[in-house]
């Protein structure tokens, strides 16, 4: 085996690389428009970006989860470290930066839970590819390897290559779009986006498509696989020619929507550490998401996987 090549860690499910943020929500009862200024009916902090969000909604789904990433050498990085292990992270690969401070997301939510987002990367940017060599080197691969665009692109090139080499599964979430090599999108097993990330994919490669099945038939000829998810109405996915959709499930209250999108990438990449099959995985994917939005919050709305098991139970769906 070549030197720089890693074993897969047999004791670990899934390997998350990417972000972590400081989440500071306000709750308003109307977004203000531009010029104006609207008082806030509550506020408060608490863990967030797409890798940390992601790796506790594996880690509720049941998977083992190691977490690669890096905050600063601040309170909220501490903070952040402290908010994973809770959560049954496996934290030791999330450094402590002395040079950048933790990432932070300013979101505003109103009161049909929707919401807007604003982010500082802060520590999230100064994840390298030595700092993805270093992790695989020390501890090998997962049997899934899961990254986001919240960090910078040659390192999530890295982690795919690394992942390829180990003869690991690479699922990316390419959220927000961001320029990668063509080689790391043709690894994504699956490539999930929603359906705004899809549709800018496939106008910038010149192609067109109008509905999901169309984008999601668009983007199976780059990637192994592709997941678009649609909020509300469920996902839609493309694989070896063939496309099919996962439908929503019904919801009692939406009370936020915040890191809806990530309870879904993280459950989905536990399903397929645990052996499911994509679509199976995209089922208990879609039903975990659904209960993230009847809560507030991002990783603190995800539900435990018993939880996600009655909801599909009530939906006659068999786990």
Known sequence: MDERQSPVDSTQDLLVVGSVNEDHFTFVTAFPRPGETVAAVAARRGLGGKGA?????????????????????????????????????????????????????SIAVD????????????????????????????????????????????????????????????????????????????????LVVNEHEAASIVAARGGIATTPAELASALGEIARS????????????????????????RVDSVVDTTGAGDAFVGSLCARLAAGDDLEAAMVWASAAASLSVERPGAAESYAAAREVEQRLLAAGVSA
Request: overall charge negative; aromatic content about 4%; glycine content about 10%.
């Open 226 to 249: 592709v997941v678009i998810t649609l909020g509300s109405a469920g996902a839609v996915a493309a694989a070896r020619g063939r496309v099919w959709d996962v439908p929503g499930f």
């Open 53 to 105: 969000n992601q790796a506790v909604a594996a880690a509720r789904a049941g998977a083992r989860v190691r977490f690669l990433a890096k905050v600063g050498s601040d309170g909220a990085g501490s903070d952040a470290i402290d908010a994973l292990q809770r959560a049954g992270v496996i934290a030791d690969a999330v450094e402590q930066d002395v040079h950048g401070a933790t990432g932070t997301a």
């Open 111 to 190: 009161a049909t839970g929707e919401n807007w987002v604003i982010v500082d990367p802060g520590a999230n940017a100064r994840i390298t590819v030595e700092s993805i060599d270093r992790e695989f080197d020390r501890r090998g691969s997962a049997s899934v390897v899961l990254a986001q665009a919240e960090i910078p692109g040659d390192a999530i090139e890295r982690a795919a290559a690394r992942a390829h080499e180990a003869g690991a599964r690479f699922v990316l979430n390419l959220a927000p779009v961001i320029a990668i090599a063509e080689e790391t999108l043709r690894a994504c097993d699956p």
